[in-house]
């Protein structure tokens, strides 16, 4: 069983992304505050979860420490494989969310986080989008349980 690690926003679009320990999140809208509310192109944007093993495999790679949140991801989970939830349900506290597709990187994270060969080195490890379909609230190190 996941859980969650460290939940991250983002205000403003383009702006660094930092931590909250509480979220709120409402169906077909997202995370209050954050950026994206109410603002993404497609439904199954409105969240994105990427998996901390993923980050910590990343960084030994590079010789690097980069931080969580500079994944710009939302959701940061241990103890769980995300790739295996497509099109599958999950459910944190109260919040159900559908898993929808793959986030790749891309060169816009590459650039910033200033990692050669980020977007090949991440590809298929850099998590999940999905919709909400139960608002509710979340805090970290709550328990992620797979719906059937």
Known sequence: MGKIKAI???NLDGEN???INQAILNKNKGIVN????ENYKNSYEQVTFIESEKIDDFNKKIKKKLNYKDFRRNIITS???LNKLLNKKIQINNVVFKIH??????KYLQ????VK???KLLAFKSGVRAEILKSGEI?????IYILK
Request: proline share 3%.
């Open 8 to 10: 991250n926003i983002s």
């Open 111 to 114: 650039n910033k986080l200033e």
């Open 117 to 119: 060969n980020l977007v």
């Open 17 to 19: 992304t930092f931590y």
């Open 101 to 106: 597709e793959l986030c790749q990187p891309c």
């Open 34 to 37: 954050d950026r994206y509310y």
């Open 139 to 143: 805090s970290i190190y709550d328990q």
């Open 79 to 81: 103890g769980i494989n």
